[in-house]
């Protein structure tokens, strides 16, 4: 069975933890002072529906978070991202069990108009996916929980006109050091991404040696992402530190190689080569053709 739990209200979520309402629109819990959960041999999976940012560090493994079709790869020491609009499901382990870690809620009222608002877009890993959760050391864990303790500083306080400029400022803070993780996990993990290229590349230069350009069309980020099992956020910033290149330009860079090719074959058209190649409207082939390579397909043709 599943039961559906909304996650939209910072008050009730601060109920159900048992943990005390210090601000309408954020809030930083210690699970550990919530009730023991058990939520009866009946209910084998809770679906989670966000309509509030939520990071969770986990202290404890206590059953498995499933975002789309896979499962989150976190144990302790793990932080995890939810955004509004997206589910997460989370399978409900056999035997009642003491919640233990931290949380960071917020609303997104709460960010509208301040420097948080306009970086939120740029923090990639709220959308992150399967095997990307992000696994901290002894002392990135001690930067989280202080930036924690910081925010919970300023919820203590009487609200005044500092107030929201102070708490959406050290979030802010809070997700650059993630960023900064991030950043240091793409490193530490480099033979798992090395891999992750290699099949990237092998994939990237199959679908053009397919007819799925001429079915599919030309492939995008998100086809790849899926084909690897990674959101496409994680996906593309991984490529991007491992190469340098965003996946686009990896694939219009693959597009152009395969495109010089089939240009020579003179049984063929421009337009049936856009065709095949996946472009729906032959003007757009040559348009990217001429700002790639400096020519249009046909003079290029003729050049050579």
């Avoid at 498995?64 to 989150?72: A, F, P, S």
């Avoid at 500083?153 to 993630?178: G, M, P, R, V, W």
């Avoid at 994680?234 to 190689?257: A, H, P, W």
């Avoid at 190649?277 to 040559?286: A, D, E």
Wanted: glycine fraction near 6%; hydrophobic fraction near 35%.
């Amino acid at each position: 069975m599943v039961r559906n739990y909304s996650v939209d209200s910072i008050s009730q979520y601060n109920a159900d933890n048992n943990h005390p309402a210090l601000h309408p629109l954020v809030s930083v819990i210690d699970f550990s002072k919530a009730a023991p959960r058990s939520w009866g041999s009946e209910i084998q999976r809770i679906k989670f529906h966000y309509g509030l940012y939520c990071v969770y560090l986990k202290d404890v493994k206590c059953g498995d978070i499933v975002y789309g079709r896979h499962t989150y790869d976190y144990q302790a020491g793990t932080l995890v991202f939810f955004a509004p609009g997206q589910v997460s499901e989370f399978e409900i382990p056999a035997q009642a069990y003491q919640p233990k870690g931290y949380g960071l809620v917020f609303h997104p009222d709460l960010v509208h108009g301040t420097s948080l608002g306009k970086a939120l877009a740029t923090y990639h890993f709220f959308s992150y996916q399967s095997n990307e959760a992000l696994h901290i050391s002894d002392a990135e864990r001690q930067v989280v929980l202080d930036c924690f303790s910081k925010i919970a500083f300023e919820l203590s306080q009487s609200i005044d006109k500092h107030s929201k400029k102070l708490i959406t400022a050290n979030i802010e803070l809070f997700l650059s050091y993630c960023e900064r993780f991030y950043d240091r996990q793409f490193i530490s993990r480099e033979h798992v991404n090395k891999g992750v290229l290699a099949r990237f590349e092998e994939q990237l230069n199959a679908y053009f040696l397919s007819d799925k350009p001429s079915t599919l069309g030309l492939p995008s980020v998100a086809y790849f992402a899926e084909q690897l099992h990674l959101s496409p956020n994680y996906f593309g910033d991984l490529i991007k530190r491992e190469t340098g290149q965003s996946v686009k330009e990896m694939i219009q860079n693959k597009l152009i190689d395969v495109a010089k090719d089939r240009v020579f074959d003179g049984d063929k058209t421009v337009n049936q080569i856009a065709y095949e190649l996946g472009f729906k409207y032959p003007q757009h082939f040559t348009r990217l053709f001429k700002q790639r390579v400096g020519n249009t397909p046909l003079a290029y043709r003729n050049l050579n």
